[in-house]
């Protein structure tokens, strides 16, 4: 089992910035790669980002391309979102997980161990 615990999330203007991190901890050693998703009111959980923990290559969902940063610390079992321009349609619960299958990163059911969330509010 792993547990992940996120934090940093808040309220911000429209343009501002947010640091998401995700602890994980129990089976870290089973981890390959890790994703951020998130989920608004009345919508499905959706793709955020993408980071494999060895060799720290990254994929985004378009819509936060050049604005979000997806970065890791091994050492410290953790991962970050760095969230810049942050816009309104940002608004959402942000969770973490553990890709646990599957060969397509962005697909929701190839993840597993979810965080409980960190609420992210972007105002205009």
């Known amino acids: 089992q792993v547990q992940l615990v996120e934090s940093g999330g808040g309220l911000v203007q429209a343009g501002g910035s947010l640091r998401l991190s995700c602890a994980a901890s129990?089976?870290?050693?089973?981890?390959?790669?890790m994703g951020w998703f998130r989920q608004a009111p009345g919508k499905e959980r959706e793709f955020v980002a993408y980071i494999n923990l060895s060799v720290g290559s990254a994929y985004y969902t378009d819509s936060v391309k050049g604005r979000f940063s997806i970065s890791r610390d091994n050492a410290k079992n953790m991962i970050y979102l760095q969230m810049d321009s942050l816009k309104p349609e940002d608004t959402a619960v942000y969770y973490c997980a553990v890709k646990v299958s599957g060969a397509i990163v962005y697909v929701t059911s190839n993840y597993g161990y979810w965080g409980q969330g960190t609420q992210v509010t972007v105002s205009s």
């Open positions: 129990g089976r870290t050693f089973s981890r390959d790669a």
